[in-house]
């Protein structure tokens, strides 16, 4: 039995679906700390998380061709905002959305590069006093009315003409990764066509919210094939997170 998890996303839910298909496979959606201690446990082989969390586990290798970027918006989170994004300085990230603090800080300094003293915080506690909220569009829409509303992947797009890779499958060193790459190759075709039916509007899933519809136009960007831009621009993210401290001068990722 192969066992793999992974960080809730809307995106990556049609590719989740192919591997699911696969009767030796056993996938589970976890939150970011409960995935974390799974996987230094070694009860799982393979997580899908953001690229930088390669980082926190100097001996996993990120798997190869398969992942979820984006050369256009994000579904969620969003940002909400009470100002313009220039004049942001305080976040509160939602708990389910805590590993993008490390992402959100990069691209926060390299937005605010010319303004030497202009930092982000973050808050972990929502107390209304925030510039800017870090949720789910889909299920804050309402309660967010008026306010502005920023697209991470467009965010992204003022700050390099990389693409932004949200998601990465990342093995264990000691796990039989060669299992685990096999599996994705496998579902890729069924993966792709889940993201077609998807991006029509026609793939149904119990993950997918009614609601949906006003956010589906942010899924015409997504794909599952990381070639090497995409690697690229993972490289470079990393060379930014040692540049702003996120990251220690020797931290590196490896490909299996």
Request: aromatic share 14%.
């Amino acid at each position: 039995m192969i066992r793999l998890s992974g960080l809730f996303s809307y995106e990556a839910i049609p590719l989740v679906s192919a591997v699911k298909r696969i009767s030796s496979v056993q996938f589970e959606w976890l939150t970011f700390n409960a995935l974390c201690d799974s996987f230094v446990r070694g009860d799982v082989d393979g997580i899908l998380c953001p690229p930088l969390m390669a980082l926190q586990f100097p001996e996993s290798l990120i798997v190869p061709g398969v992942g979820v970027a984006t050369s256009g918006g994000v579904p969620s989170p969003v940002l909400f905002s009470k100002k313009l994004i220039s004049d942001i300085e305080t976040v509160f990230i939602s708990e389910p959305y805590r590993y993008w603090e490390d992402w959100l800080n990069i691209v926060w300094n390299l937005l605010h590069s010319n303004l030497i003293e202009k930092s982000l915080r973050i808050n972990k506690e929502r107390n209304g006093n925030e510039d800017a909220y870090l949720v789910d569009v889909i299920k804050e829409s309402e309660s967010n009315e008026g306010m502005y509303v920023y697209n991470l992947g467009e965010i992204w797009k003022q700050v390099t003409a990389y693409p932004m890779v949200c998601w990465v499958w990342l093995c264990r060193g000691d796990a039989d990764y060669r299992q685990v790459r096999s599996v994705l190759g496998y579902i890729w075709d069924y993966a792709k066509e889940n993201l077609a039916e998807f991006k029509w509007g026609n793939f149904k899933n119990e993950d997918i919210p009614e609601k949906w519809e006003n956010q589906a136009n942010y899924i015409s960007d997504i794909y599952y094939n990381l070639a090497s831009m995409e690697f690229d621009g993972i490289h470079w993210l990393v060379e930014q997170a040692k540049k702003y401290g996120i990251a220690s001068e020797d931290a590196e990722i490896h490909i299996c």
